[in-house]
């Protein structure tokens, strides 16, 4: 065994083979395997092997896409089988709402150019003829669907890397990883130590104590999962002899299961509502090619319901019953990236579809260690979107619920309750009690919008216009007409100090930093141009500087600072967390309340629009920033969170003789779309750069170098080839919730990033992205929305104020 290696990837299931593969196709071929016993053991050998490209995420699924694509080429590479078998997938609708699901789903496949559709039940019976069709309403068509070996595919993968010159070593356990001074890593294993550059987390079911050995505990669950091989079906056997084809798969919501062909039989899969988590706190090194006990007790629910939606499987015998465990983060999404805080020590993990997604997330993985970035838009699995409070216990809870929930359809106004409240702000019980309704913001609990008086204060989930809609409605008035508070907590909070944080700060952002007592917007680029970070920034004095950010990205944005400090520890950065909390108080009547809970001066002259200053307000030490998100005068004021209580108070004291009212993140959200307002995550990621998104006046192109400024000068040079647009939609009972395609000329051209009702300007808003040379103010589009297009146009300037004066009232 060689004694060091470029990299070194812990686990051979099918994400380590392909980790490995795709290493050696961008040029690095000093890497190494090690397996503790046979490739695929742990999960991958075991697995159902079904694959698909559709992902509630349009950016995961063009990674899934791209997987399944590869399967030929590892085929001609390796000449190794795949066993690949590809047949049309179908999801089938019971109920109304799945219905709409189903639709939704196939609009937002259009722009990434998926070839799926609506169709009957009817003719949903030529591809899986045992549908039993007075349950069903209708159904989804992808016609890139299919099964394959999980073993020959793995194995695939595994040839083709040591032909590109990988090494592979089997019954090679990794028992402790330990970082050296340079940054490099020392790998123990059974066989002696190896020296790695770069190491990877590809353990699988043993990704959490692999995580451990370098201080670090990963938020992936196994969970147990059944599925029953059933004997030969004489109606199998009759529709492939009369079509010559194989049956196709099936998704069935209401009984929770997935169905296939294999040989003359079926497979049939259940995630049920009674899911057992399997090793909850250490995996056992000694587990290998093992099966767990059935249970069929467990999924007996599901399987009554499957039986009736497809009686042809109610008299088949059952051949046998895999019962084995599967990783999962709380969301379902992979964990991929570097780790914030280790360098070189990578995770690619909690990667519950291998066979839909193991390829693309080798790309990415591969991408990113070579090139320095992903090269595609992988925030939906980067393992940077969890922070601190994904707890062990935390992590067992929602894994539970997401693999319960594995065939349910999530509305975009449904909040999970799993494992919350987790993090909570003084005001917890203060909002609660006043009606709130409360999210959860990357584990925090924040007020979504608030209950009238007598009315439950809950979600009725849908796609449509809820019982929101009229408290949010008066939300948003009360702001633009007299004075609104709202809580701010869930923000990220930085301080950057040191003697050289203005020349850091510079060499980050595009924009120049403010003077003493001054704000500034910048957006953040990568080395391509493309935008990684939208932040606030004040400076308070001389090498002391505050930073608000995405709260959301703090772990990704604090792992991009720490790769960027300088080494001779001239700048420190600190994520304040719930260190630093706050509340916003905006609307025409917010100064009026301000200058009545302090001695300072807050006149429009001597508290300037984007001013900071540290203040006394309502006898609380406060942090003011003159600034809001709703577009309308308003103020950010922050405090310790032992403050915010009574801060909370002096404000409703002083805000009662104007009406006061308390507003929440969905009338925020509303607020500035009428402003044109963009948001990290939606309008403002990784994809996009900043001409393209319509943030040119904060980036400052003849002022000293920054990261990403030779590829933004170009895009300046070559003008943006799509442009971010603002919408008015002619729509009916629905908004658009994002990712739905725009049409022009019967043509997709483009996706909506957000949208919603602009309850003050009443009409119905959208954002999103289309090629620039279309953007003319007459031009005619229509958004889809449930599957409808519906008429829409350009807006050229925002609805609301479009010279900006309220804010600076």
């Known amino acids: 065994m060689k004694t060091s290696a470029q990299v070194v990837v812990i686990g051979g299931g ?53 997987t399944v694509n590869l399967y030929k080429e590892l085929e001609e590479k390796s000449g190794q089988s795949c066993g690949m078998h590809k047949s049309p997938g179908i999801m089938l609708a019971d109920t109304p709402e799945r219905m709409e699901f189903l639709k939704m789903t196939v609009a937002r496949g259009r722009y990434l150019g998926m070839e799926t559709e609506i169709i009957s039940v009817a003719e949903a019976k030529n591809y899986f003829p045992f549908i039993e069709d007075r349950y069903f309403i209708g159904a989804l068509l992808d016609p890139n669907e299919g099964h394959l070996d999980p073993s020959g595919t793995t194995y695939a993968y595994a040839k083709a890397a040591k032909l590109a010159g990988a090494q592979i070593e089997i019954q090679t356990m990794v028992e402790g990883l330990e970082q050296r001074t340079d940054g490099s890593w020392t790998v123990r294993t059974n066989k002696g130590d190896i020296h790695a550059e770069h190491v990877v ?92 006990q059935p ?94 409070w994904a707890t062990r216990d935390y992590t067992q809870a929602k894994v539970r619920e997401n693999y319960s929930r594995r065939f349910r359809i999530r509305f975009p106004n449904e909040e999970l309750p799993a494992a919350r409240p987790q993090q909570t702000t003084p005001l917890y019980d203060a909002m609660r009690a006043q009606g709130a309704v409360m999210g959860d913001s990357w584990g925090m609990e924040t007020p979504l919008w608030f209950a009238p008086p007598g009315e439950k204060a809950e979600d009725v989930v849908s796609f449509h216009r809820s019982n929101d809609f009229g408290p949010i409605g008066a939300e948003c008035r009360a702001v633009r007409e007299a004075v609104g508070v709202t809580e701010i907590a869930n923000f990220a909070k930085y301080r950057i100090r040191g003697a050289g944080a203005e020349a850091w700060l510079l060499g980050m952002m595009t924009n120049t930093m403010p003077k003493d007592g001054r704000l500034i917007l910048t957006p953040m680029l990568n080395p391509q141009g493309k935008l990684i970070g939208d932040f606030t920034i004040a400076r308070l004095a001389e090498g002391d500087y505050m930073m608000w950010g995405s709260s959301q990205a703090q772990v990704y944005h604090m792992r ?180 739905e395609p725009i049409w022009v000329d019967g043509q997709v051209v483009g996706w909506v990033t957000s949208g919603g009702y602009g309850h003050f300007v009443q009409q119905s808003l959208a954002q999103g992205y289309i090629p620039t040379a279309l953007v003319r103010p007459d031009l005619r589009l229509e958004v889809e929305i449930l599957g409808e297009r519906r008429p829409a146009r350009l807006q050229m300037s925002p609805p609301l104020d479009p010279d900006a004066l309220r804010m600076r009232m």
């Open 295 to 388: 249970d069929l007790d467990r999924i007996a629910p599901s399987l009554e319901i499957a039986f009736k939606h497809f009686p042809a499987l109610e008299n088949a015998g059952i051949k046998r019953v895999i019962n084995g465990p599967f990783t999962f983060a709380p969301d379902g999404n992979p964990l991929v990236g570097p780790v914030q805080g280790l360098r070189n020590f990578w995770c690619a993990c909690g990667v519950m579809a291998g066979f839909s997604q193991g390829g693309g997330v080798g790309l990415a993985l591969s991408n990113w260690m070579v090139d320095g970035d992903p090269g595609f838009d992988i925030w939906g699995m980067d393992v940077a979107r969890y922070g601190s």
């Open 560 to 739: 991009w600072f720490e790769q960027h400090l300088p080494a001779d520890g001239s700048v420190q950065i600190e994520a304040l967390g719930m260190k630093l909390i706050g509340l916003s108080i905006a609307g025409p009547k917010a100064r009026e309340v301000l200058a009545a809970m302090t001695d300072d001066d807050v006149s429009n002259a001597a508290f300037k629009f984007m001013d900071c200053r540290h203040m006394t307000i309502g006898n609380v030490p406060a942090l003011v920033n003159r600034i809001t998100y709703t577009g309308d005068l308003g103020y950010e004021i922050w405090v310790a969170p032992e403050y915010q209580y009574r801060l909370y108070q002096a404000i409703m004291a002083a805000g009662q003789p104007h009406g006061i009212r308390n507003f929440g993140m969905r009338a925020l959200l509303c607020l500035r779309l009428e402003k044109h307002f963009g948001t990290w995550y939606r309008e403002f990621r990784p994809i996009y750069g900043p001409f393209e998104a319509g943030l040119d006046r904060f980036v400052k192109l003849d002022k000293p170098d920054f990261i990403g400024k030779v590829a933004a000068l170009k895009e300046r040079a070559d003008g943006p080839k799509r442009t971010r647009v603002f919408l008015e939609v002619d729509a009916l009972d629905a908004d658009v919730m994002g990712d």
């Open 14 to 66: 099918v994400v380590g083979c392909s980790a490995l593969y795709h290493l050696t196709k961008k040029g690095w071929t000093d890497v190494l395997l090690l397996e503790r016993d046979q490739l695929t053991s742990g999960s991958t050998w075991h697995a159902a092997g079904g694959f698909h490209t559709l992902n509630g995420d349009p950016n995961v699924a063009m990674l899934q896409s791209y």
């Open 201 to 292: 987390n590809c353990g699988g079911l043993w990704a959490r104590e692999v995580g451990r050995m370098v201080g670090i505990e990963l938020p992936v669950l196994a969970m147990e999962h059944m599925y029953l091989v059933t004997d030969d079906i004489p109606e199998v056997t009759a529709f492939n002899k009369a079509t010559g084809k194989e049956i196709g798969h099936v998704i069935d919501f209401g009984a929770e299961s997935y169905l296939r062909q294999e040989g003359k039989g079926m497979v049939l899969g259940v995630y049920e509502q009674a899911g057992v988590p399997w090793s909850t706190r250490t995996t056992p090194w000694s587990f290998g090619q093992e099966l767990l």
